[in-house]
């Protein structure tokens, strides 16, 4: 797995390696139970700091890709159907607060879209 | 756990008062003390080794009271490198190891030979002969063969070139590799702690300015450069500090409180600490 750390975007640090691990995760780059760098290796090695570093896998293992064995290290989560769903469900919805946030300006009701989600829906 | 803690240091002589000092260093980190030239950084370092006496405040090393008895024996767990090398001028670099077998308990002779090749220092020549450069590699080769648990560093990356500041950079952060140690080291070369450091003290004519985590820092700031008609548009509450420079204005902002709009510079930790005491015109 490459990590790369760069200075000259505005990413926080600890979300390029949220991201980047997240992206070997899904990609399966990275296999349900393989064993994650140490959060002290991977600060070392890539010369950042410990706290940033453990920032990022906290957030990881919050968002379920991996999971902390307390002695043992890290641990790439079992891939869990519910998760991606979830993630899914978080888009569906953030999709619809678009709608909501544009849908007055063209006076439309929320019977108005479900009208037109229906109509939609039968075209596809 | 912290390796050190301090609690409202203070010290004057005459005209120079260290005061209020209070920062905590957590075990496993690296502390990175910043300031001008007579900022109060050595004070600081020699008042937590109790080198000097002070006037108030509490400093614990290794969680232990550094006024205690058992802060003489605690001194074999910490490696502490001034700004200078003192070793006798006669002595190689053979000489020492024979010297500090005897000194401290934890001495690991094959260690001390491990930094002497790494950092290229020669066996046989005597030290009076070292390079600035040498003189500072020898004494952190000396400082992390007894095993410590602590790093205490004076201003040990001044005064060397970019490449020995790196190789010692790359040392001290191996050494931390291991969550039981920990490093506090003062530096006015603020890039030289960008790079290591997880935490960040910044101290300015005596005065604690900051202690903040680093990559947070980072996270939190950013310098602008403004006409005087923008910055009325500028959020009040977002200003950290404004400079006004011969055309125009530097301003230190929260970046949370800036409309996204803003041409945020690419900040560095230099720009940050700089624009927090820097004079305007």
């Not at chain 2, 001008?36 to 090393?61: F, P, R, W, Y």
């Not at chain 2, 790494?118 to 005597?126: D, E, G, H, N, R």
């Not at chain 2, 560093?153 to 060397?160: H, K, R, V």
């Amino acid at each position: 797995m490459n990590i790369i750390i760069s200075n000259a975007n505005n990413e926080p640090i600890y979300e390029q390696i949220y991201r980047q691990i997240k992206s070997a995760i899904i990609s399966s780059e990275l296999k349900e139970g393989d064993l994650l760098p140490s959060i002290r290796n991977l600060a070392k090695d890539l010369r950042i700091s410990v706290i940033t570093t453990k920032r990022a896998y906290d957030e990881l293992e919050k968002d379920g890709y991996i999971c902390l064995a307390i002695g043992k290290g890290s641990f790439v989560a079992e891939k869990n159907t519910e998760i991606l769903r979830e993630a899914h469900l978080k888009e569906i919805e953030e999709h619809f607060r678009i709608i909501l946030k544009i849908a007055p300006a063209c006076k439309l009701t929320v019977d108005d879209i479900i009208e037109m989600f229906k109509i939609i829906s039968e075209e596809e | 756990m912290n390796s050190i803690e301090v609690k409202n240091l203070t010290k004057s002589f005459g005209d120079f008062t260290l005061k209020d000092l209070s920062f905590n260093v957590p075990s496993g980190t690296i502390m990175g003390l910043v300031g001008e030239n007579g900022a109060g950084k050595s004070t600081a370092i020699k008042l937590i080794m109790n080198t000097l006496k002070a006037d108030n405040g509490e400093v614990s090393v290794l969680g232990v009271s550094n006024l205690s008895k058992e802060f003489t024996n605690l001194k074999q767990d910490i490696g502490v490198v001034l700004d200078e090398a003192y070793f006798p001028e006669v002595l190689n670099a053979k000489n020492i190891n024979n010297i500090m077998k005897l000194i401290y308990k934890n001495w690991n002779e094959d260690s001390y030979f491990e930094y002497i090749k790494k950092f290229s220092l020669p066996l046989t020549k005597i030290f009076k002969d070292f390079s600035r450069g040498m003189k500072m590699k020898l004494s952190i080769a000396v400082a992390l063969s007894y095993n410590p648990k602590l790093l205490i560093l004076d201003e040990a990356t001044s005064g060397l070139d970019p490449m020995v500041r790196d190789e010692i950079l790359d040392v001290f952060n191996d050494f931390t590799r291991d969550e039981n140690h920990s490093i506090l080291l003062s530096s006015h070369i603020i890039s030289d702690l960008e790079k290591i450091c997880d935490y960040i003290c910044f101290i300015h004519k005596g005065k604690l300015l900051l202690v903040e985590e680093k990559d947070l820092l980072l996270e939190k700031y950013a310098v602008i450069k403004l006409a005087k008609n923008q910055l009325e548009t500028l959020p009040k509450d977002s200003i950290v500090r404004k400079i006004r420079t011969s055309f125009g204005y530097e301003v230190l902002v929260q970046k949370d409180k800036i409309n996204a709009a803003f041409r945020v510079e690419n900040t560095r930790l230099e720009d940050i600490i700089l624009l927090m005491v820097k004079e305007g015109v």
